[in-house]
């Protein structure tokens, strides 16, 4: 591998031109392609195979609004009794009436005649349905809604919108604004000129720029969760910025000894890019791998993260040699920092550490065990939902509008279930769905059903189930397990059969099934990561010791996930817009994302250590050769994509803003405590032990060559002439 990128950096330096003309032919091209064929993304969360979206698909013929999108109108008066006034009642039919002639509306009944109108007479509800799919409710329609609403607000009534339409989700704010600035500040302070950082930040955009036009393009042909563009967005910036960081910071050690602009751009490709391809391989195996969970929207997520890296990969392997070409021995120009342009002849501050850590490797394991230890504490209480109303930010529309129904009407009628009761066999249907309304009435948990909605054969019925609880509450999933255990007595008893659908029951569905795929996902992962390592670094003790910090970083970073977010710790400092359970698919996301980093820092470091340890020295030795090596760069690259991850953390959207959280929170940890302090103290005491390999797998395993020995082998020779000439 180091032979051919060696021979692909070189080439890229020299051909400088012809390849920054191809990035920029490819990213208007690409951009010209998300222009003309761009779709919309979806904010529906659909599992194939659970039973709610079973019974949604089967029933769409016959009851085909059930598939269509909808929303809450919510009428507040100022004072009890304010939406009983003929004033009041009249602004409102006016209001419903203009509603129903927006073009997509279907139906939007009058909230007096369908009696929703909460007991103290203070708040009404108008259900809208339109007669398309959520996915194909435009903006136009949302506003022209808002728009209808204006007698109801001449008439003093407070009017708000909620509702699947209108809870909207993974939108950008422009926080990763503030990541790229304090990744620059980084940047700056790790590479000393303004030269040597911008380039990072440049190389790192045109990958993001391609990634997401890619997706956009792509969005017109297949269905593309909203969240998916967001996650390629942070995960694409963060490793577009390591990974040319990485191979910048050994083109300019390269410099530093002496070797030509054009020698030293290849030879860091070759070494520093073998790393950077190999990591990059891990994280696209993490992120393409969440597929094992069989979730479509999170397949689509992985897949669009996964292509975000590896146009950084690319990005990274042929760009940036081509702009080191154009920069040459100017690569430190426009200095701001001195000392930083001066990286040989001195006792760094990661040495200092790396030597603390081999003299005391068992106390500072002991250490950072027990910290990790608390801070997973809390995982063990670990909830999964997901987000709606009541995840919205305060203030939002969405927001005023579950608040308004939930502590006018209770917190059940935020949360219907939808019972479907197929009484095609049963004698007497008519009777048959009576008998279901009846039993399902005395079950502990339901406040109340709604008048059932029957097809016109008269043989399937709609029952709607108001919860005593709320959609987040694990009453509700409770209540949906009860009503699906009657399924066999009310088939014995009344001969029909029942089914639980509804946007409640299907968001509990997809976090049951993301909950049962997390053991089967991690154990593919972990197979991963001592498949991968052992090819790498051609040892037993190494991949098992990467796991074991792996598992230690995922379990803290969700104890931090759950205190935060569930517990409601640092809402201060947060702007959690609502505690309770954690996103369904957080957990499984950090697992695929975080992984395929963890293993960066580890091949870097632990490269590191390897080459001085094949060099000769000591196993004591090479392990602080091998942090002060890396621990500048490892800092300043985990540095930067906390900035990059938690920049999103200070967002109100319910679903990017806990994942930027535990990444940032993941990432952090596994830098600073796992790689740079469990890492070294590991190594430390394993001593020559570290490198042990089988000598059976030795004749059968290939060589990776990731350090390029074999490169520099043959590369010394053909120098040394060069050097004698010289009078070196």
């Known amino acids: 591998m180091a032979t051919y990128l060696y021979r692909l950096g070189r080439y890229c330096f020299r051909r400088r031109r012809a390849v920054l003309a191809v990035w920029i032919a490819v990213l208007i091209a690409v951009g010209g392609a998300a222009g003309a064929f761009a779709g919309k993304t979806s904010d529906e969360f659909k599992v194939p195979g659970t039973e709610a979206q079973t019974t949604l ?100 009534l407070d009017v708000a919108f909620g509702g699947d339409a209108y809870n909207r989700m993974a939108q950008v704010d422009g926080g990763e604004a503030i990541g790229l600035a304090i990744a620059g500040v980084v940047l700056v ?66 410099l530093d000894e002496g070797l030509e602009p054009d020698e030293a751009a290849a030879r860091a490709t070759a070494t520093a890019g073998s790393a950077v391809v190999f990591a990059g391989l891990t994280v696209v ?19 669009a993260a996964s292509g975000a890296v590896v146009v950084a990969v690319l990005v990274a392997i042929t760009l940036l040699p081509a702009l080191l070409g154009f920069a040459g021995r100017a690569i430190d120009r426009l200095p701001v920092w001195k000392r930083a342009l001066r990286t040989g002849g001195r006792t760094t501050l990661g040495e200092r550490w790396g030597r603390f850590v081999v003299r005391r490797p068992l106390a500072v394991l002991l250490v950072g065990l027990a910290g990790l230890g608390l801070l997973a504490v809390p995982a063990a209480s670990l909830q999964l939902g997901l987000p709606g109303g009541g995840s919205q930010a305060a203030g939002t529309d969405a927001r005023k509008a579950y608040d308004l129904v939930g502590e006018s009407f209770g917190p059940g009628f935020n949360a219907p279930l939808v019972v479907v009761v197929d009484a095609g066999g049963a004698p007497q249907p008519e009777q048959a769905v009576q008998g279901v ?30 919860p005593q609880t709320g959609p987040d509450d694990a009453g509700t999933r409770t209540l949906v397990n009860e009503i699906r255990d009657q399924r066999a007595p009310l088939k014995t008893s009344t001969g029909a ?58 379990t803290a970073s969700l104890g931090a996930v759950v205190a935060v977010y569930q517990w409601g710790w640092l809402d201060g400092l947060i702007d ?14 950090l697992i695929g994302v975080l992984f395929g980093l963890a293993m960066d820092y ?54 990017v803003q806990p994942i930027g959280f535990a990444l940032a929170v993941g990432v952090l940890v596994d830098a600073f405590v796992v790689r740079m302090a469990l890492v070294p103290a590991a190594m430390a005491l394993f001593g020559k032990a570290a490198w042990w390999f089988p000598k059976r797998l030795e004749k059968v395993v290939p060589r990776v060559d990731m350090e390029g020995e074999q490169l520099i082998a043959r590369l010394e020779p053909a120098e040394q002439p060069a050097k004698e000439s010289a009078g070196v």
């Open 57 to 156: 698909d089967r029933i769409k013929d016959t009851f085909p609004e059930q598939g269509h999108g909808s929303a809450q109108v919510v009428f507040a008066a100022p004072a009890p009794g304010g939406a009983t006034t003929p004033e009041a009642g009249r602004a409102v039919s006016e209001t419903v009436a203009r509603i129903a002639a927006v073009p997509g509306v279907a139906a939007v009944p009058d909230p007096y005649a369908t009696h929703a109108v909460s007991p103290d007479g203070r708040v009404a509800i108008a259900l809208v349905s339109f007669d398309h799919k959520l996915a194909d409710v435009t903006d136009q329609q949302r506003e022209a809604v808002k728009a209808a609403a204006e007698p109801a607000r001449a008439a003093g």
């Open 189 to 254: 302070i790790t590479l000393g000129s303004l030269v040597a950082a911008g380039l990072p930040l440049l190389t790192a955009l045109v990958g993001v720029g391609v990634a997401m036009a890619a997706i956009m393009a792509l969005s017109g042909s297949f269905e593309i969760i909203t969240t998916a563009p967001v996650l390629a967005l942070m995960v694409g910036l963060a490793v577009g910025i390591d990974y040319a960081l990485f191979i910048l910071s050994r083109h300019r050690r390269h």
């Open 285 to 303: 195996v993490a992120l393409a791998g969440l597929a094992v969970a069989g979730v479509p929207f999170l397949t689509v997520m992985g897949l």
């Open 437 to 466: 309304a009846a039993r399902l009435q005395t079950l502990p948990g339901v406040r109340t059903l709604l008048p059932p909605a029957v097809d016109q054969a008269g043989r399937t019925a709609l029952l709607t189930v108001i």
């Open 497 to 554: 059969d029942i089914a639980v659908t509804g946007t409640t029951a299907a968001n509990i569905d997809v976090s049951t099934k993301l909950g049962q795929a997390l053991p089967p996902f991690l154990a593919v992962i972990v197979g991963i990561a001592v498949v991968l390592l052992a090819l790498a670094f051609r040892s037993v003790l190494v991949p098992l010791k990467a796991v074991a910090g792996f598992l230690l970083s995922i």
């Open 576 to 589: 959690v817009p609502k505690v309770g359970p954690v996103v369904s698919f957080v957990p499984i996301l």
């Open 602 to 655: 580890e091949l870097f470091l632990v490269s590191g250590m390897k080459e001085q340890y094949v060099h000769g020295k000591a196993p004591r030795d090479a392990v602080v050769a091998g942090v002060r090596g890396g621990a500048r760069v490892v800092t300043a690259a985990a540095l930067i994509m906390v900035s990059v991850f938690g920049s999103f953390v200070f967002g109100h959207d319910p679903i």
